[in-house]
Every structure is written in structure tokens, then in C-alpha cells.
């Protein structure tokens, strides 16, 4: 079996003993939100919950380590180019593991924000652009390696429908309306790419496919969950609007 595999086996296993670490604490048995972020998340609130649980010893060694919620950003989109360069070059598995760091690194931007108390719109500003950028040059990336047929159609409303679902959401609070209705936003995304850009090759050569063709399926399911999340952000928040 390919390294790669053998670690998401471990990264997999990892987490589900944790998750039943956390499911004995008292926190563990409440499924509602616990992290005050609203909306929804795909894989419901206790996940959510049991991942900032996770992670919140890391965030207290980044805050005494110094590192700035600026450190994250950038971090993010840095391998947000990285994973850009590695889909186009083929390098599937490094591309999805980059992925899921600059996800990460996006959740990190925040978590030391508000540990060192200095959120602000500045912050709030930088944190969403530059997850857009870090998003971008992934799919760039992807569109160099599918250069044609119907991939690079997918890749385009891909992008687009992730843009699309950010701006909607923008321009509903700028016109004081919040909304995080949807089932394809960032986090989802990226679970979804990087989850399959780390299993592409094993389960290519599994179903005598060429390489990619994993990677494909998710980028026609992106679009499609992007571009409808997009659709019902817009009539969900036309809906609000209305009398207004």
C-alpha cells in the first residue's frame, strides 16, 4: 500500500481515538454548537465541536511561540501555491495534503486572533481574501494538469461557484443580512479535494483508471455543490431582503 495511504490510515485512526477521548468529557455529550460560529457544517455540529477541542493546545503553543495570525495567513497561501504547483505537476497526494494545511492554517488565522484578543476587521478582511487566493492557485493548478475536455469545464464552475458562495455571503452581511446556509463552503471543499487528491492514485490504478480520475469526480461535485449553495445563498437572502 502506498505511504501515503498508511498515513491517512494514521491521521484517520488518530482522530477517531480522540473522538472517543472527547465523546467521555463533559463537552463531548452536547451536539449542539459550542463554537459560536452558527451556520452548518456537512458532517454536524459535534465534529465541529470535537475538531476546535483538537486543536486548542495548538493554539495556545502558537500563541506563546509569538506566531500571529498574519504567520497563518500567509501560511495558507503559501500552500495554497504549493498545492497549485503539485496538481500541476501530477503530484496528487502532496497537493491534497497542502490542501488540508492551508485549511488548516485558515482555522489557525482565527483561533490565535481571538486568543490574543486582536480580531478586527483588518484581520477579517485579510483572513477571507486570502483564502480566496489560496483557493485560486489550487484550482489553477488543477486547470494546468486537465488542460482539456470536460474536467476543465467542471474546474471553471468549480471556481467560480466557490467565489460565488464567498460573495454571497459577503454581500448579504454588507447589507445586514448573515447568512451560512449550504452544504459546500470552504471547509467542505476542502475536505472534499483534499480527501481525494491524497487517494486519486491508489484508487485510480484500483479501478484501471488513469491518474486524476478521483480527483475529477470531486471537482464535478464541487461545482455542482458550490454553484447550488451559491443559488440558494442568493434567493435565501433575496427572501430577507424583501420589505427591506
Known sequence: MRPEIWFLIGVVGFGLLTMMVYRTSAAGRVADDRTGRGGSFVLGFWTRNWFYWLIR????VSVSLGLTPLFYNFLAVACGIGSGYAY???HFPIAGWLVFISGLADVFDGEVARALNVADARGAFLDSTLD???EFFAFVGLAYYFSA???AV?????LGGSL????TRARGESLGVLCKVGVMQRAERMLLLGLASILDPWLSNAINRD???IVSIAIAVIAIG???TSVQRTIWIARALKGK
Do not use: D, E, N, Q
Open 154 to 158: 467542471a474546474i471553471v464552475a468549480a
Open 226 to 228: 458550490t454553484v447550488w
Open 132 to 134: 480566496r487566493f489560496a
Open 149 to 151: 475536455g470536460w474536467i
Open 88 to 90: 500541476a505537476t501530477g
Open 57 to 60: 493546545p495548538v493554539t495556545r
Open 164 to 167: 460565488l458562495v464567498s460573495y
Open 211 to 213: 491518474l486524476g480520475t
